[in-house]
Antibody
Framework: EVQLLESGGGLVQPGGSLRLSCAVSGFTFSSSPMSWVRQAPGRGLEWVST????????FYPDSVKGRFSISRDNSRNTLYLQMNSLRAEDTAVYYC???????????WGQGTLVAVSS | EIVLTQSPGTLSLSPGERATLSCRASQSVSSGYLAWYQQKFGQAPRLLIYGASSRATGIPDRFSGSGSETDFTLTISRLEPEDFAVYYC?????????FGQGTKVEI
């Protein structure tokens, strides 16, 4: 059974940092590109970042480029998202998702809530 | 960036009825690279359809997708109680990958 379990969310002040983790099981993590997708309260879905299977290729939309960094540890079957210089508009539930070629998401975690507020 | 516009915003139907959801793209989605997801309240999205018309693993055949280029449709042939949820389309033909704003199917 495929499982993705996010952790690390919480309340952080504007300008602060947070690191999210996603522990994966049930598929060959080291062969799978992975992504983070977020959902602001009451809003739709927004792609946040993608990393290739080896970890060398990373991709971001302009809204988070330069502030967020995606990484992975294939020995631990874990995906990460380092979020710096957080803004109120980054408040959302963050989902990790398994990327399926050529670019949809076939499995999702349950999400972790990040709230940016003073 | 491709903007996806879903309509209607809310669809009010009864169990057993047919639901037709629309997703219109601001420019052509290459190779029919469009997916549909279902999201129930407080849950993660679940993949229903990819490649515009291919059902994901375990998805009942009452769900079907169609369309090409800029106009796509998700049809639920006979609504079951568990189908009342929000549905999102997503294009993956160009970067950045983008989602529609969602259609809520309610009783």
């Amino acid at each position: 059974e495929v499982q993705l379990l996010e952790s690390g969310g919480g309340l952080v002040q504007p300008g602060g940092s947070l690191r999210l983790s996603c522990a994966v099981s049930g598929f060959t993590f080291s062969s799978s590109p992975m992504s983070w997708v977020r959902q602001a309260p009451g809003r739709g879905l927004e792609w946040v970042s993608t990393i290739n299977s080896g970890g060398a290729g990373t991709f971001y939309p302009d809204s988070v480029k330069g502030r967020f960094s995606i990484s992975r540890d294939n020995s631990r079957n874990t995906l990460y998202l380092q979020m710096n210089s957080l803004r109120a508009e980054d408040t959302a539930v963050y989902y990790c998702a398994k990327w399926a070629s050529p670019g949809y998401y076939d499995y999702w975690g349950q999400g972790t809530l990040v709230a940016v507020s003073s | 960036e491709i903007v996806l516009t879903q309509s209607p915003g809310t669809l009010s139907l009864s169990p057993g009825e047919r639901a037709t959801l629309s997703c219109r793209a601001s420019q052509s989605v290459s190779s029919g690279y469009l997916a549909w997801y279902q999201q129930k309240f407080g849950q993660a999205p679940r993949l229903l359809i990819y490649g515009a018309s291919s059902r994901a693993t375990g998805i009942p055949d009452r769900f079907s997708g169609s369309g090409s280029e800029t106009d796509f449709t998700l049809t639920i042939s006979r609504l079951e109680p568990e189908d009342f949820a929000v549905y999102y389309c997503q294009q993956y033909g160009s970067s950045p990958r983008t989602f529609g704003q969602g259609t809520k199917v309610e009783i």
